[in-house]
């Protein structure tokens, strides 16, 4: 089954205690990128890679980091979560430039993010 | 560069009573055009898309949308809503030379149905 799995779910950690979500497709997809929702926001875009060791800000990249070691996965970073990270996120995968397939993202679950 | 406007935040309606929610876009390209769906507690899925072609798209569970060119919009209907549509609708938008890899979204919009 075609599917973007991220870890954990839910997330409850203290300002300044570096944590990593991790996110993984098993659809072969070159692009992943890291997606915050907020109330009244809608989503806005953290980082994206459109291939493996390449990497590149979006809308809102400060304090995160991400890494793209291999294709099928893409965890997000937080070197030190503050208050105002506290929000839900999704992970999502599609197609490269050049790839062959269905032309949509493909999201994983959500990680509900808390920083006290 | 490209956004997108979902005009309404919360649109109530009674159950089994039509519904319409509002979708503009601007771009200076030729686009893609998404309406993804988020049920409470889960992840967004696509609900249809536009690519090319004909401008009425249809989608699953009954929806469906038009493509406007000229109105830079893509409004999602749906004749008969049911109860279990309760959810979050976000319409996106992805131009079409990037292979919609950079795809952007509207700020949602909250579609609670009334028995």
């Known amino acids: 089954e075609a599917q973007v799995t991220q870890n954990p779910r839910y997330l409850i950690t203290v300002t300044g205690k570096k944590l990593t979500v991790t996110c993984s497709q098993n659809?072969?997809?070159?692009?992943m990128s890291w997606y915050r929702q907020d109330p009244g926001l809608g989503l806005r875009q953290i980082y994206y890679s459109m291939n493996v060791e390449v990497t590149d800000k979006g809308d809102v990249p400060e304090g995160y980091k991400v890494s793209r070691k291999e294709k099928r996965n893409f965890p997000l970073i937080l070197e030190s979560p503050s208050p105002n990270q506290t929000s839900l996120y999704f992970c999502?995968?599609?197609?490269?430039?050049?790839?062959?397939?269905?032309?949509?993202?493909?999201f994983g679950q959500g990680t509900r993010l808390t920083v006290v | 560069a490209q956004s997108v406007t979902q005009l309404d935040s919360q649109v109530p309606v009674f159950e089994e009573a039509p519904v319409e929610l509002r979708c503009n876009y601007s771009s200076s390209v030729s686009v893609y055009l998404f309406w993804y769906v988020q049920y409470p507690n889960q992840g967004l899925q696509l609900l249809l898309k536009?690519?090319?072609?004909?401008?009425l798209v249809k989608g699953i569970n009954g929806f469906e949308a038009e493509f406007n060119k000229s109105q830079t919009s893509f409004h999602l209907r749906k004749p008969s809503v049911h109860i279990s549509d309760t959810a979050e609708y976000f319409c996106?938008?992805?131009?079409?030379?990037?292979?919609?890899?950079?795809?952007?979204f509207g700020s949602g919009t909250r579609l609670s149905i009334r028995p």
């Open positions: 999502a995968s599609s197609l490269g430039e050049g790839q062959v397939g269905p032309l949509e993202a493909f």
């Open positions: 536009y690519l090319s072609g004909s401008t």
């Open positions: 996106a938008v992805s131009e079409s030379h990037s292979s919609a890899s950079k795809i952007i």
């Open positions: 659809m072969n997809h070159e692009y």
